[in-house]
């Protein structure tokens, strides 16, 4: 039987770390499993916030890996930023974080939502399609996958299947394209927007399927195509969690994993149990709060300048994601925090697998009717709360502490963790790249 090749092509691979290489590299680690070979085709110099060489592990010997190099815009504008007094530091977020920009940072956030489209990635499109039109002719790949963002990287997909129509070609989007939030932040106008939708229409007509996370991103995405798009959504890997031992530690704490960007907004949540802690002395003595993962520094100013919550809040630096556990380990309560976000209703992002996957209870703050908070229902490890509703939140705060007082650490076990394995998505993903090959 000739072995089945795919290639996937993706701007986020180990050692980045965060959210963005979880999807595939998991995918890529359980894929032979299921006979498949999976090349993967990734920049050799990406600039990227989140470091992890721990994810490394996870590359299994079946997987061939070409690291192909990118110039990318941002070191230009890092090294006019430092001439014109700016940070200099160089990762993309530093160029729109922040309420209070330079003039520098809102030109250069301008110059990159208006005149580089899609994304400033687009630059490696032209020379990785010129490398791999003769690698999967010489390598005899049958499939290609694209996964967005950035978004840019659906055009070396665009360009392949064009120059081969007989390619199978995925199209996978972790986050909307046109209708993401980021464009807002980036100040894109109605002329780069149009572009946008093209560039979309383009690769939504083009593709031979459409793949992406959550069940409201398959609705807009059916919208905007006329197609049917699958869902495959994100998970968690056993593997990571065969040394989870929660256990109750002398404080009852509350701890979010992830980004806090500027979309995010704690504030309600974190004013809620300032609140709380007024009412109830035993709550205010034994609560503590851990933020872990990069935080945006308005959100940490809110915190330290307020003497309550600065006593009772620290803020931890990204961590190895083999090390996650360990604070999984010492937790009471996770907190999803999904007000501020545009389409928040459709946001169901991959630490919530996670945190489900962990057994702990689960306080969201964000829209009750949204897919993160139907998954919560159907695992049973909590609900969500609308952001505005402080009383709720107080309530949910109190009803979480209590059950800690009263009997500790109540971690369950359901049967949704099997469905959302990581193993048990790849395999639904292999299903649909063998009837693609057929």
């Known amino acids: 039987m000739k072995e089945h090749k795919i290639l996937i092509i993706t701007y986020y691979w180990p050692p980045s770390g ?58 230009v504008f890092f090294k006019i930023s430092s001439i014109f007094g700016g940070s200099g530091k160089s990762t993309p977020t530093h160029l729109v974080s922040g309420k209070k920009r330079s003039r520098f940072q809102k030109f250069s956030t301008w110059v990159r939502g208006n005149l580089i489209i899609p994304d400033p990635r687009v630059f490696w499109v032209k020379p990785a399609v010129s490398f791999l039109n003769d690698f999967i002719r010489d390598n005899e790949i049958s499939t290609i996958i694209t996964t967005g963002p950035p978004h840019s990287i659906h055009l070396i997909g665009l360009r392949l299947k064009k120059k081969a129509p007989h390619i199978k070609w995925v199209a996978d989007f972790r986050d909307p394209w046109s209708e993401w939030g980021l464009l807002d932040s980036l100040m894109v106008g109605k002329l780069a927007r149009m572009g946008h939708r093209a560039l979309e229409k383009k690769v939504l007509t083009a593709a031979d ?24 959504t994100n998970g968690y890997d056993e593997d990571d969690f065969k040394t989870l031992a929660i256990q109750k530690t002398d404080k009852f704490v509350i701890r979010h994993v992830g980004i ?37 520094p308005d959100f940490k100013r809110f915190v330290t300048e307020d003497e309550t919550l600065r ?34 209703a459709g946001y169901m992002p991959g630490k919530l697998f996670e945190y489900i996957a962990t057994g702990l209870p689960v306080l969201g703050v964000g829209p009750n009717e949204g897919d993160a908070a139907k998954l919560m229902r159907q695992a049973g490890v909590g609900e969500m709360v ?52 057929q």
């Open 386 to 437: 609308e952001g505005g509703n402080s009383v709720e939140i107080q309530q949910k705060l109190s009803f979480y502490f209590d059950r800690w007082c009263g009997q500790g650490i109540d971690a369950k076990n359901n049967q949704l963790n099997k469905i959302y394995s990581r193993r048990m998505i790849t395999e639904r993903l292999a299903e649909i790249l063998i009837i693609l090959k």
């Open 18 to 75: 965060g959210s963005g290489v979880q999807r595939w590299l998991k995918f890529v680690k359980y894929l032979p499993q299921f006979g498949i070979k999976p090349y993967v085709f990734t920049p050799a110099n990406p600039s990227f916030d989140v470091k992890d060489e721990s994810l490394k592990k996870d590359v299994p010997e079946e997987a061939e890996v070409i690291h192909f190099p990118i110039w990318e815009p941002y070191q």
């Open 311 to 344: 006593r009772i809040t620290t803020f931890t630096p990204p961590v190895p994601h083999k090390d996650l556990i360990k604070l999984y380990n010492t937790s009471s309560l996770l907190l999803l925090i999904l007000t501020g976000y545009k389409d928040a």
């Open 209 to 232: 399927v459409v793949t992406t996370i959550t069940p409201f991103y398959v609705r807009r995405f059916e919208a905007l195509s006329g197609r049917k798009v699958e869902l495959l």
């Open 260 to 296: 806090v960007n500027e979309k995010c907004n704690p504030r309600p949540s974190m004013l809620a149990l300032k609140n709380l802690m007024n009412e109830n002395e035993k709550l205010s003595a034994l609560v503590h709060v851990d933020f872990v993962g990069e935080v945006h």
